[in-house]
């Protein structure tokens, strides 16, 4: 019998065609709520449902599913619980590697646009409020020798480390807060020498840029608290790429709007899509809804790989990347 997928929101080429190659395709033309995706996947009618961050695939509707796999359009899977997929011999799948140069450059504009006002200078000039040079006109801050703290040094965090290095940046990390592990020079590799590994207290006290390159966990959620954002400088601007749940969204409004921190660049929020109340008010942020991953190349090789893991995981082939390899053994 030929696969069958479901494909809970329409996705840019190559997927589809990849996905009709190997079966009958379903796609919803609105994304789903959560008892509807429940419901078509337990109905038995299809062999693997191809996802996305907003959809959420818990152990309640793993237990009734009548599926082979879940192949995630993503990179993160924490809208997945992989330990109840993987107990009810669930194939999760993702798409590493290919969006890591793109969520840099994004990191790199909030870095960028939080220190030169870019937002706040743009919306100046539209609105008529520009009449010439000015010697004091928006200053921001320089971002040349400004030290920057990475919080977590994957592939991202490195990507990250690569761009801020060129623009003259201190950069100091640290791999898994609010934990530490020591990085060996043999991982450091290409950054031995030019990036420094701090504890987290530390990479919190020092950093003037701090930008979260962390999974969502338990250990991460709300990771930046506002203890956290008690202890970093009141010129400290935060940037976020990674999750919004690693924030606590609340407390960063408070400490952007009392001169805690100086500001915050984000590209992803604790409810998406909604804000905390009184943060998009807020002159001193930078705020993307979610697009780190959001060019052309990226989503289509995005595509791609969701689809050659969904084939995979209908037809009995071993996805080329697997989230629960302990699945297959
Ligand atoms: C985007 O946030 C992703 O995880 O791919």
Request: hydrophobic share 45%; with cysteine; aromatic share 4%.
């Amino acid at each position: 019998m030929d696969a069958r997928f479901l494909v809970t929101t329409p996705i840019p080429d190559p997927g589809l065609p990849l996905l009709e190659a190997a079966g009958s395709v379903t796609v919803l033309p609105d994304p789903p709520d959560y008892s509807r995706l429940r419901q078509l996947c337990a109905s038995g009618d299809y062999d693997v449902v191809l996802t996305q961050l907003r959809d959420t695939v818990d152990a309640a509707l793993l237990a009734e599913a009548e599926i082979k796999g879940v192949s995630n359009f993503a990179v993160g899977y924490n809208n997945i619980d992989v330990g109840a997929a993987t107990s009810c011999g669930i194939l999760v799948g993702n798409t590493p590697g290919v969006l890591t140069d793109a969520t840099a450059d994004v990191a790199m504009a909030l870095i960028l646009g939080t220190a030169r006002r870019v937002v706040e200078a743009d919306r100046m000039v539209r609105e008529g409020r520009f009449h010439g040079w000015e010697p004091e006109l928006l200053l921001g801050r320089d971002v040349t020798g400004a030290v920057l703290g990475l919080a977590g040094f994957g592939r991202i965090a490195r990507a990250v480390a690569r761009r801020a290095l060129a623009f003259g940046m201190q950069v100091l990390f640290s791999p898994r807060p609010p934990g530490d592990r020591s990085v060996s020079q043999d991982e450091l590799g290409e950054f031995s020498g030019r990036v420094t590994q701090v504890p987290w207290e530390e990479l919190v006290a020092r950093s003037d840029f701090l930008s979260l390159h962390v999974p969502l966990t338990e250990q991460t959620h709300q990771l930046v608290d506002a203890e956290v954002l008690g202890r970093m400088k009141p010129e400290a601007i935060l940037i976020n790429t990674a999750r919004g749940p690693v924030v606590d969204e609340s407390a960063l409004v408070v400490s952007l709007r009392n001169g805690g921190i100086a500001g915050a660049g984000l590209d992803v929020y604790e409810d998406e899509p909604h804000l905390a109340p009184g943060l998009a008010e807020l002159p001193n942020t930078v705020l993307l809804p979610h697009i780190g991953s959001a060019t052309v190349p990226v989503r289509a090789e995005m595509s791609r790989l969701s689809a050659l893991n969904a084939v995979a995981m209908a037809t009995g082939q071993r996805p080329p990347h697997l989230v629960n390899p302990e699945v297959i053994g």
